[in-house]
């Protein structure tokens, strides 16, 4: 019977390990050295001190595997500039207030955080953020209704509501992707518009040369 034990035992450890794997392996960072996003903020009532910022910006540094080091500058309403470094391990379940999450997740999917526990992805919507329309994941935590990008897993929105304050954050502009005109990214449409441009000169051309041999 012992014998047996030890086999269940040792089964039940091969498959948490293959699990595990399995896990780490759907893990996946969004983000790339160089991106940046920045937000508009607004709050009411008494926010905890440096939490009462009228604007902000997040960096990315570098990227290692499943860690990142990122940047967040804040504007303080006394006019104040702050900056904290930050290095986010997914992994590890370090977050850092779940401002970069890991990206492409949908509806029912969880991820962990070391300070919140697990946190489930409840909806995916399309929402317009810095001149596009983007794929957005939304959840619960911290007081907080989050919405995220879902290809890159970066906060797009959050609004904070407590018994002393509330604070909205909203993406404002970003290099992790283009504004759109008429629906198309910005250098798409633009790239169209010099297409087009050109065959309508090159049709002219032609039809001026046409007109001179007759």
């Not at 508009?40 to 440096?50: A, I, K, R, W, Y």
Request: glycine share 6%.
């Amino acid at each position: 019977m012992n014998r047996n034990l030890c086999l269940t035992l040792s089964s039940l450890l091969i498959l948490f390990n293959v699990f595990s794997a399995t896990v780490t392996a759907e893990i996946s960072v969004g983000v790339k050295q160089g991106d940046w996003i920045e937000y508009n903020v607004s709050f009411t009532g008494n926010p905890p001190v440096e939490h009462d910022v009228l604007w902000a910006r997040l960096k990315v540094n570098g990227v290692e595997g499943k860690r990142v080091n990122a940047t967040f500058t804040s504007q303080l309403s006394n006019g104040s500039m702050l900056d904290v470094v930050e290095n986010l391990d997914f992994e590890a379940g370090r977050l850092i207030d779940l401002f970069i999450i890991p990206a492409n997740l949908n509806a029912g999917d969880k991820f962990h955080d070391n300070a919140v526990g697990n946190v489930t992805i409840d909806r995916v919507e399309v929402r317009t953020y810095a001149g596009a329309s983007r794929s957005v994941v939304h959840a619960t935590a911290l007081d907080t209704q989050w919405y995220w990008d879902q290809s890159t897993g970066v906060a797009i929105e959050a609004r904070t509501t407590t018994s002393m304050y509330t604070l909205d954050t909203t993406a404002s502009d970003t290099s992790l992707w283009s504004p759109q005109v008429l629906g198309l990214d910005s250098t798409v449409f633009y790239v169209l518009v010099v297409a087009v441009t050109f065959a309508v000169v090159v049709a002219a051309t032609v039809l001026v040369f046409r007109r001179k041999r007759s």
